[in-house]
């Protein structure tokens, strides 16, 4: 089946209209800081105009025909491509980023929820432009098209791939989309007026505290402070700790504990596995600076679980400068950027489930060994994993790979050093934001070359969509029946 190329383009208008709100929103912040609105008001204007022309676009505007997957992946794609371009437009216009290339940058890092960035002072910027820089991360850590899923139904369309490809979760929380999607975004509102609330109570401004909840919920790491968190309290980084802790867990076991399902989050593998790694890893760089760094036990536990959440979580906020760390620190800081958060939850990278998959091959593969008649059976969640879709899981790792080896290699002929080509890669491909080398915490992307920068946007948003799902595109066959 061909794609429904003018119907997909009527639903991408439709999430057009979101980003259009969105920058009138931003222009509020704008009046309350007597700053110009301009720059926001005419984005929204451009933005309105162009979902107006998709909306004049021939065909029906109704259909009881069900989106295909070749649907979904278009709409997915091009929507997440279309919010980076126009969300460059207040950068440009306000002249806090001059160049296009720049702004298409940090905008493609805000909505992918990545927080890579190329702002050498960022607190110069007008207090909208943070607002906005900030809220792209919100818009896309719930997902432009889980939004656009609870206005699908007024078309009538059969919306669960669009969801499905976006956000990776598998498991229906109610049979009909539209209700997912809303619990979702009901969740996904708690958490952010829930930090919002702590923050403020550990003696943030109203701005940083919206700002920083923007981007811990999303998973995003864009801070409108230069030092990130490093300035704050141990009271606002335990904060902010457990929330990107809670933001890298999947939306659907926040469901079953609002519903006191216990037994769902129980019997879920890939929760208790997440928990257990970043527990793990924490203890393990808790001790490395405990032993070989002059810091108390409490600073070392809260440096070194602030950066292992925030990397495994793929939000990128830094409490600390990691690359001043013992290099078997921040080597550890470096493999644990391809970890990544929970399927359904706002984080990017490979994803925990993935990882416990790959675990169980490598088990069933040594029993095997062992035992070769013997009838092993892959489990995850207390359901067995057919063929299929492990092959599938195991594919996706092998890609992942391939294509971090193979943008990593461009990046050095581009003229980056061995651990500022591999992190940045890394780190973009994950949703990460700060690398090591040259991209670490405390520095940013702004030197790079224009083929770097666009290369990196490339691989933010492939990273986003799970590789796949924009990968399928460029495939010739895509647009043949």
């Known amino acids: 089946m061909v794609i429904h190329l003018f119907l997909n383009l009527k639903i ?5 209209f979101i980003l259009a709100f969105a920058l009138v929103f931003s222009a509020i912040v704008a009046v309350i800081y007597s700053e110009s609105v301009l720059p926001l008001i005419f984005s929204a204007g451009v933005v309105f105009l162009s979902a107006g022309l998709f909306l004049l676009l021939p065909g029906k505007k109704n259909t009881e025909e069900s989106l295909t997957k070749k649907d979904a992946g278009f709409i997915v794609s091009v929507s997440w ?18 160049s296009f290339t720049d702004a298409f940058f940090e905008s493609v890092s805000g909505f992918t929820t990545t927080g890579a960035s190329i702002l050498t002072d960022i607190e110069v910027l007008p207090y909208s432009i943070l607002f906005w820089r900030s809220l792209t991360h919100w818009i896309g850590g719930i997902g432009i098209i889980v939004l656009v899923i609870v206005i699908l139904p007024v078309l009538n369309i059969g919306s669960y791939n669009l969801f499905t490809l976006e956000s990776s979760v598998q498991e229906k929380i109610q049979p009909k989309i539209k209700d997912v999607g809303l619990r979702l975004l009901y969740i ?5 007026f829930a930090e919002v609330v702590l923050l403020l109570a550990g003696g943030m401004n109203l701005f940083e505290s919206i700002c920083h909840s923007f981007g811990t919920v999303a ?18 980084q335990y904060v902010v700790m457990i929330f990107m802790l809670l933001a890298g867990i999947n939306f659907v076991i926040h469901y079953h504990i609002l519903k006191r399902n216990f037994k769902k989050v129980k019997e879920n593998d890939e929760f208790w596995f997440y928990l257990i790694v970043v527990f793990i890893v924490g203890m393990i760089v808790s001790f490395i ?11 070392s536990f809260r440096e070194a679980f602030f950066q292992v959440i925030s990397i495994i979580t793929c ?8 690359l001043l760390w013992p290099s078997i620190g921040w080597t550890i800081i470096f493999f644990i950027m391809f970890l990544g958060g929970s399927t359904g939850s706002t984080a990017g990278g ?13 088990k069933r593969f040594i029993l095997l060994t062992r035992s070769p008649n013997a009838i092993v059976q892959l489990k995850l969640n207390g359901n067995v994993v057919n063929d299929e879709n492990n092959r599938n899981i195991l594919s996706f790792i092998t890609i992942y790979l391939l294509v971090f080896l193979i943008s990593s290699i461009i990046m050095v002929m581009l003229g980056s050093d061995g651990k500022t080509a591999a992190s940045s890669v890394a780190t973009c491909m994950a949703g990460i934001g700060p690398g090591i080398g040259t991209v670490g915490p405390v520095s940013n992307f702004f030197h790079l070359s224009v083929a770097a920068k666009l ?24 647009w043949r029946k």
């Open 315 to 322: 939000t990128g906020f830094a409490s600390a400068d990691y």
């Open 289 to 299: 600076l405990y032993l070989k760094m002059d810091k108390g036990f409490e600073e």
């Open 188 to 192: 996904y509102l708690s958490l952010t």
């Open 81 to 98: 491509m279309l919010f980076s371009f126009f969300g460059a437009l207040p950068y440009v216009l306000s002249g806090s980023v001059p």
């Open 455 to 478: 290369i990196l946007s490339f691989l933010m948003i492939l990273g986003r969509l799970e590789i796949l799902t924009l990968l399928m595109l460029f495939i010739p066959g895509y």
């Open 350 to 362: 490979i994803k925990m489930a993935r990882h416990l998959v790959l675990f169980k091959n490598i």
């Open 219 to 236: 998973t995003g790491g864009f801070s409108p402070k230069n030092s990130s968190m490093i300035d704050y309290s141990p009271y606002i």
């Open 12 to 16: 991408v208008a439709r999430s057009l």
